[in-house]
Every structure is written in structure tokens, then in C-alpha cells.
């Protein structure tokens, strides 16, 4: 939980918006890199989805 509200903090700290979340580079796989898809879920930038299924 540490790594999650350290990330979070440090966004709020900076002003980071969307965005900003989105195109900061993370590790991967880490729980900090939760936030960085959901701010790109939220900008429709999102890369590491695979596309909703056609009926």
C-alpha cells in the first residue's frame, strides 16, 4: 500500500493532472502503475487493453 499512496501523494503534491499521470513512465508490474491506467482510461489513451469484443 506504501508504493500506491507514495504515487498518489506525489501527484497531489505536484498538481499532476490526467495526463500528466498518463505519460509518466513506471515500472512495470507495479501497484503505482494502477494509477497510470487509469489516468490513461480516462484520457482514452490507453495502450495495454485489448479493444471490447464485437458481438
Given at each position: 500500500?506504501?508504493?500506491?499512496?507514495?504515487?498518489?501523494?506525489?501527484?497531489?503534491?505536484?498538481?499532476?493532472?490526467?495526463?500528466?499521470?498518463?505519460?509518466?513512465?513506471?515500472?512495470?508490474p507495479?501497484?503505482?502503475?494502477?494509477l497510470?491506467?487509469?489516468?490513461?482510461?480516462?484520457?482514452?489513451?490507453?495502450?495495454?487493453l485489448?479493444?471490447?469484443?464485437?458481438?
Amino acid at each position: 500500500a506504501g508504493e500506491l499512496i507514495a504515487e498518489a501523494v506525489l501527484a497531489l503534491e505536484m498538481g499532476a493532472d490526467m495526463e500528466d499521470l498518463g505519460l509518466t513512465i513506471h515500472p512495470h508490474p507495479t501497484l503505482s502503475e494502477t494509477l497510470c491506467f487509469a489516468a490513461e482510461m480516462a484520457e482514452g489513451t490507453i495502450t495495454d487493453l485489448l479493444p471490447p469484443r464485437k458481438k
